[in-house]
């Protein structure tokens, strides 16, 4: 027996060496530089033993296998030359294990990503446990980075090059049984038998890889340099569009793979390190590292000191619409809780259920769960028209109109039918929870809980403590939001609370440009360019246009005069156009909609009393928007509407999407510099009047030369 640091080494009766990885004192296992010489111990230990006939590596670590290289590590490094160091060095240590003589088998259970997985596919084969916690995938695109140990040589030809392309581009993640589809996983099999699976795999020797099997045309695009030649030209293309050239790391994703391609293995790996480097001094992958510090820090957050949250066994939502539906979705599926959806006919609970049953036969069709995961997970769904079932309901999510006396009779409804101790969260977007919980005889027990559309795919919900809500109401539901899956910020009381408080501003700006006579289509494309994945007047039309022109008098009345939205909107709602919803907004809907692009309906222009004529440039639209946002988030950050610029950030970029390449709008202003951002936007004020008018902390930080982060 070896033993490391971080590795063992045990030989079994059978002459099988298993390879253990357990980093003492972390809770996951990550690679770092200092194992070099660790594995190299470890392998002259092994080519010392020539009674081995194969070998299996696993993680120690219950439930993870290696969750990639440490970024602590990555982000430490102060020169390109430094980081493609720590690209080669996994290179070698992984080509070490590849060119082994006798047989290495991956046993992986949990998370087995970025160099994590580079170093399972440098073994000669793959057993992965059928468990949900077990993933496979390349996210180092979402860190601004590419894989960089291998992985952009080693995935082509286990997978296809088209498969690769995807996965490393998006940074997707794939469970087991997707995997094995795939070619990336031999064996998938249960949890408690992985070590015997990988044992048995090691005995019968090195497997011999096939080339991956592809139909007529995939031979063609993959075999063919022609076909090759295609199949990058349009990759390229896809890529530029999708990230509007605002992320250096999918160009060089291609840039590296194609060289792999062209050139061979050896010239693909000096590609692979060098762009490694250099993407690792990026402030793109700055921005995007710093997401990922700020979301592992919150998830150990409570949201109230040091409160413990209580355990939710089961939960209700009221409301079966399309956000109700969504709610008891993340609920069952995510959060595995069993909820129990109200709605005041059989026809919106059916409605519910069937939205998170197309959701979940998509994710059966893709192998992502199995028929048996799918049925566990529905059976959680229940529906009623009474409040049947409500009574030991932990938490009670309320999903129904935006109408301040229905809201307060859900409250006094589930004061009556559930236990003292339930909790009655308001999923509203735009009303005071102190107003919502004025009635209430248990106040203690009210709280917002505020989240995006569509539920299932957005990150973000907003938890909003009244002044009389209790610690442990706050923790708990803070637990509960993160249990269905979501990163939860605790903000104050106040209309529009951060998000559309920040996003209203945005939207307004947007209409006035689109009122000066900007074409709905350019105002759109600028903020796409800008890094928004959808234009501001694409979005009203998905929100509804109705839905703003609701929330826009209650801002305006708490908030001031910068939060009314422009009189001429009140005409779109006179001719009926509410957006998508009533295929009739800004954009052509239904049967006046040509299949392909998004058309303008150019009706609209008439009904707002303008002639579209472009006159700003696309720079010039995008900036008068966003330093809306800008200047109003830091207004919440002032008002402590928002605990830290950190929270602001993560709400901006995983509740509306603010690009994350610039790190939320806190990073942004600190890029921009305070004094500069208060200077535009005293110009602009100067221009079109004190709604530019820059907060009191910006100019305070601007004079003080200050920054939001170190
Ligand atoms: C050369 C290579 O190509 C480059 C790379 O590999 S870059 C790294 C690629 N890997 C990644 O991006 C994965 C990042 N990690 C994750 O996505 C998530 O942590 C996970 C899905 C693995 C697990 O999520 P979850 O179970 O919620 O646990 P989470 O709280 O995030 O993490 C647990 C601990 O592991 C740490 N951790 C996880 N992955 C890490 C990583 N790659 N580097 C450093 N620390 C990491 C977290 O910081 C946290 O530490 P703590 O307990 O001391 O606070």
């Known amino acids: 027996m070896t033993t490391t640091n971080s590795f063992s080494l045990q030989i079994r009766d059978d002459n099988v060496g298993v390879i253990t990885m357990d980093i003492a004192g972390e809770s996951m296992n990550v690679l770092k530089a200092a194992f070099a010489d660790e594995i190299s111990q470890l392998l002259s230990d092994i080519k010392a033993n020539s009674q081995l006939k194969g070998l299996v590596f696993i993680s120690g670590k219950p439930d993870s296998f290696i969750a990639g290289a440490d970024i602590s590590m990555l982000d430490g490094c102060k020169t390109a030359e430094e980081a493609q160091a720590i690209g080669r060095m996994g290179q070698q240590m992984f080509d070490q294990l590849e060119q082994l003589p006798i047989p290495l088998v991956a046993a992986i259970h949990g998370p087995c990503l970025g160099g994590g997985l580079e170093l399972a596919m440098a073994c000669h084969a793959r057993v992965a446990t059928s468990d949900s916690k077990t993933v496979l995938g390349l996210p180092e695109v979402q860190l601004g980075l590419l894989p960089g140990s291998g992985g952009t040589q080693r995935l082509p030809k286990l997978v296809g090059l088209q498969k690769a392309l995807d996965m490393i581009l998006t940074g997707k993640q794939l469970r087991a049984a997707q995997a094995k589809k795939a070619g990336l996983v031999d064996e998938v099999v249960p949890n408690s038998i992985l070590l015997d699976a990988a044992v048995k795999l090691a005995l019968k020797g090195k497997p011999k890889r096939e080339p991956v099997k592809l139909n007529l045309v995939g031979k063609v695009l993959e075999r063919t340099p022609f076909g090759r030649n295609i199949l990058f030209s349009q990759a390229r293309k896809q890529t530029l569009s999708k990230t509007q050239g605002n992320y250096p790391a999918p160009l060089k994703i291609l840039d590296v793979i194609k060289t792999g391609v062209d050139s061979g293995m050896q010239a693909g790996l000096a590609a692979e390190a060098k762009a490694f480097g250099e993407l690792c001094m990026t402030k793109e992958s700055a921005a995007l590292r710093s997401l990922f510090f700020a979301t592992t820090q919150m998830k150990k957050e409570t949201g109230a000191g040091e409160t413990k949250p209580n355990k939710v066994r089961k939960a209700a939502v009221l409301g079966g619409g399309l956000m109700g539906g969504g709610i008891a979705n993340v609920t069952a599926t995510k959060a595995g809780i069993a909820v129990r959806i109200k709605d005041i006919n059989e026809q919106g609970i059916s409605n519910a259920l069937k939205y998170s049953y197309s959701l979940l036969e998509k994710k059966f069709n893709r192998r992502f769960i199995s028929k048996a995961e799918m049925q566990k997970q529905l059976l959680l769904i229940t529906g009623t028209t009474d409040y049947s079932g409500f009574h030991d309901a932990d938490i009670v999510v309320e999903a129904v109109f935006e109408d301040l006396a229905l809201k307060q009779q859900m409250v006094a409804d589930i004061e009556q039918h559930c236990s003292e101790n339930t909790i009655f969260a308001s999923n509203t977007s735009s009303l ?94 600028a903020l796409v360019k800008f890094g928004f994945p959808v234009g501001p007047v694409t979005l009203l039309d998905e929100v509804g246009i109705d839905v703003g022109a609701k929330i826009s008098p209650i801002l305006t009345q708490e908030l001031g005069e910068r939060f009314s939205a422009p009189a001429a909107f009140d005409k779109l709602l006179a001719d009926g156009r509410k957006g998508k919803k009533s295929e009739k907004g800004f954009y052509r809907y239904g049967k006046t909609a040509k299949k392909g692009k998004k058309q303008v309906d150019d009706s609209v222009y008439s009904v707002l009393g303008v002639t579209p004529a472009p006159r700003l440039n696309s720079d010039e639209i995008s900036s008068r928007c966003v330093v809306q946002m800008l200047n109003e988030a830091v207004r919440c950050l002032e008002e402590g509407i928002i605990a830290s610029a950190r929270d602001g950030d993560i709400g901006a970029i995983f509740g509306i999407g603010f690009p994350p390449f610039l790190g939320g709008p806190f990073r942004y202003i600190d890029q921009l510099g305070a004094d500069k951002l208060v200077a535009q936007l005293r110009n602009l004020e100067s221009r079109f009047g004190s709604r530019f008018a820059p907060a009191h902390l910006l100019v305070q930080m601007a004079e003080q030369q200050q920054r939001f982060y170190p």
Do not use: W
């Open 432 to 525: 005071p929870i102190k107003q919502i919980a004025a009635k209430a005889q248990r106040p203690e027990n009210v709280i917002g809980l505020h989240y995006f559309s569509p539920v299932d795919k957005m990150p973000l919900v907003e938890v909003i403590a009244h002044e009389g809500t209790s610690a442990q109401t706050i923790a708990t539901t803070v637990a509960f939001a993160r249990k269905q899956g979501k990163t939860p910020i605790v903000v104050k009381d106040g209309a529009g609370f951060y998000v559309n408080r920040i996003l209203a501003l945005y939207m307004n700006e947007a209409a006035n440009v689109l009122l000066e006579g900007e074409p709905v289509e350019k105002i759109d494309k």
